[in-house]
């Protein structure tokens, strides 16, 4: 889709703060970054996690994630280059690759694996943790394959390209659209020099994420492989952001659910005793059932 119009911002938001990723394993030994982390879960609410993976050595990644658990949030993987096989214990199986979306909820519970189908060459992608609402914890499990074709993208002004995977972009609707949390989810091209601005509910919390050369919000320079959190401005209605290089970023924002969050690992729920049961009903095999 085409369009030159972009929004007038009344007054963009400013950077709160920058944060640059703690390295770190996981799995069987993937080599990532996380991004986001407990401690910033309260201020980037409803969102729990986000880990950068970008490697071409293979012994970063070749063991893959073997089978796991999950319960009480939802994992949103994008992949920008490589190949990814899910299995999971409702049945759902399917091949991510360059380009793709996975978009799982793992709500009541999912046993899950995500084991790469390369040898060799560049594994780059990111996974993004969002919450679910109390009353939604408990529900169904559900598994959707997003590919790039069914991604839908905006061509803009300036060279400017938009890939809206959740919520809205300039009037366009994202692949996934969710009730609670509302999550916006772009991925951003811009070339040096371009400015993108997009709307962003005033009570939502939002952050950026450079992939891709560096960009500059409200004259402070981002660089690539950080992420900006954007301050919570009450007279700002979206954000804007110039390219300084060639760049690339992840543009997040939701509606926070200022519900408690009691986590270990893998399971996410509201309080200790849930935290307990999710792992009794692992223990026992009833987690997925």
């Known amino acids: 889709m085409s369009a030159q119009t972009r929004p007038a911002l009344a007054r963009s938001r400013t950077i709160e703060r920058q944060v ?13 970054t996380r991004v986001l982390t407990q401690p910033l879960q309260r201020r980037l609410d409803p969102y729990l996690m986000l880990d950068a993976f970008r490697t071409d050595r293979p012994e970063d990644y070749i063991a893959g994630f073997p089978p796991h658990p999950h319960r009480g949030f939802e994992t949103i993987t994008y ?25 799982m909820t793992a709500a009541r519970g999912i ?11 560049l594994m780059e992608g990111f996974q993004l943790w969002l919450n679910l609402p109390a009353h939604a914890k408990m529900q169904p499990a559900a598994y959707r394959d997003i590919p790039p074709a ?12 938009v890939r809206v995977i959740a919520g809205e972009s300039h009037g366009l609707a994202g692949a996934v659209q969710r009730p609670d949390t509302e999550p916006l989810l772009l991925d951003v091209h811009l070339p040096a020099g371009a400015t993108f601005a997009q ?29 900006a959190i954007l301050a919570n401005d009450p ?31 893998p399971f996410v729920m509201n309080t200790q005793v849930e935290l307990e049961q999710a792992l009794a009903d692992y223990r026992d095999g009833t987690l997925a059932g």
Do not use: C, K
């Open 150 to 161: 069914e991604i839908p993208s905006l061509d803009l002004a300036d060279g400017l390209r």
């Open 235 to 265: 007279g700002a209605d979206g954000v804007s952001l110039t390219a300084l290089d060639d760049a690339r970023v992840l543009l997040v924002a939701g509606r926070p659910l200022g519900e408690a969050i009691a986590q270990y690992g």
């Open 79 to 103: 992949m920008i280059a490589g190949r990814m096989r899910h299995r999971d214990s409702a049945g759902g199986e399917g091949l991510l690759e360059s380009g793709a979306v996975q978009w």
């Open 20 to 32: 640059a990723g703690m390295p770190t394993s996981d799995g069987a030994g993937v080599r990532l």
């Open 111 to 121: 046993i899950h694996s995500e084991m790469p189908e390369q040898e060799d060459g």
């Open 199 to 227: 709307s962003i509910a005033a009570d939502h919390n939002a952050f950026v994420y450079v992939y891709r050369g560096a960009v500059s919000i409200g004259g402070a320079a981002v660089p690539d492989a950080r992420m």
